[in-house]
């Protein structure tokens, strides 16, 4: 059975760090494009970062630009968000998703016009963690 774990979550002040962690079984993470999403109270779910299967492309939001990071260890099968100075705005419960990925690109900037189509489509990832908790508040 295909399963995704979150973990890492919690309660951080604003400026601070957190580290999320998805952890799969049942399917091995280097074969799909990865995204970590976030769901606020009473707001869709968005996409904040995602990466391809082969770690070399990814798409992060405006809004977490230049905060969040993502990162792949393809030995211990999980894909980890890196996120730093933290804003209230950024509590959420963030799930991490899995899907096929887009079609093969002939190109670099193809290929990263592709992963943020594809990236912005929730019904693209077809297996989802539980979610994990992220509230920033002082």
């Known amino acids: 059975q295909e399963k995704l774990v979150e973990s890492g979550g919690g309660l951080v002040q604003p400026g601070g760090r957190l580290r999320l962690s998805c952890a799969a079984s049942g399917l091995a993470l280097n074969s799909y494009t990865i995204g970590w999403f976030r769901q606020a109270p009473g707001k869709e779910r968005e996409g904040v970062v995602c990466?391809?299967?082969?770690?070399?492309?990814?798409y992060i939001e405006d809004s977490v630009k230049g905060r969040f990071t993502i990162s792949r260890d393809n030995a211990k099968n999980t894909v980890t968000l890196h996120m730093s100075n933290l804003k209230p705005e950024d509590t959420a419960v963030y799930y991490c998703?899995?899907?096929?990925?887009?079609?093969?690109?002939?190109?670099?900037?193809?290929?990263?016009?592709?992963?943020?189509?594809?990236?912005?489509?929730?019904?693209?990832?077809?297996?989802w963690g539980q979610g994990t908790q992220v509230t920033v508040s002082s």
């Open positions: 998703a899995a899907g096929a990925g887009p079609s093969v690109a002939p190109d670099r900037i193809t290929r990263l016009l592709k992963l943020w189509v594809y990236c912005r489509g929730i019904g693209n990832f077809d297996t």
């Open positions: 990466v391809n299967d082969s770690g070399n492309s990814t």
